[in-house]
């Protein structure tokens, strides 16, 4: 079965410090990948998105990302991360089934925390 | 304004109940999807819909059952043969023109007491 994996359960950083998150997902078919941020209170909002071409997409906030597919991961980086980066990311997997339907399937997210 | 409306909010049932949670999306998206976002589980998908008279099963589908009779609605009933039902849930869709990206209702808090 597809799975996504998020190792990191809880990361606490200091102001400026770099982040990377980690995202291995398990699927050897076209798969779609995406990184979500929810922040305290709110929805979930799309922070990035790879389709196809280069592996390394940018997205909003100065976060991106780099798609290995020899490593099945979609790692999420920012190089200096801000207090208002406070929240939780899910990685996320769409992922075309045996029955022709798209399946979404999510991480179980990271809590980032950002010290001021 | 165009979006997806998830009612009610908040809800409490007592424990062997049915509850049914609406969600409805004027986005003319084609598939609709429910997730259930536990603390430290992520989200969890529990049903999806590619079109509308068609549905399959997510991971935890056991206890629930939804409808998709038409393409703007896809209501989610918490049946009493679910265990652990209080949660929070999110209901989703899906544009195939924009490339795949999903959208989320603001979530549905129901308590079973």
């Known amino acids: 079965a597809q799975s996504v994996s998020q190792h990191n359960h809880h990361v606490i950083l200091s102001e400026a410090a770099s982040l990377e998150l980690g995202c291995n997902y398990s699927y050897g078919g076209t798969v779609n990948l995406f990184w979500y941020v929810q922040y305290p209170g709110q929805h979930l909002q799309l922070l990035l998105k790879y389709f196809s071409g280069d592996p390394l997409v940018k997205g909003i906030k100065g976060f991106e990302a780099e798609f290995i597919k020899s490593k099945f991961s979609f790692n999420l980086r920012k190089p200096s991360v801000q207090w208002s980066d406070t929240a939780e990311y899910f990685c996320?997997?769409?992922?075309?089934?045996?029955?022709?339907?798209?399946?979404?399937?999510f991480g179980t997210g990271t809590r980032l925390k950002v010290l001021a | 304004d165009g979006g997806i409306t998830q009612s009610p909010k908040y809800l409490f049932r007592k424990e062997g109940q049915n509850v049914t949670l609406s969600c409805e999306q004027n986005?003319?998206?084609?598939?609709m999807y429910w997730y259930r976002q536990d603390p430290g589980q992520g989200l969890r998908l529990i049903y999806y819909s590619q079109i509308v008279n068609d549905f399959q099963k997510g991971d935890i589908a056991e206890g629930y059952s939804v409808s998709r009779e038409k393409k703007e609605s896809f209501p989610l009933t918490v049946t009493s043969a679910q265990k652990n039902p209080t949660a929070f849930y999110l209901c989703?869709?899906?544009?195939?023109?924009?490339?795949?990206?999903?959208?989320f209702g603001e979530g549905s808090w129901l308590t079973v007491v």
């Open positions: 996320a997997v769409n992922a075309l089934t045996s029955s022709g339907t798209y399946k979404y399937i």
């Open positions: 989703a869709s899906r544009t195939t023109v924009a490339g795949n990206t999903i959208y």
């Open positions: 986005l003319n998206h084609d598939a």
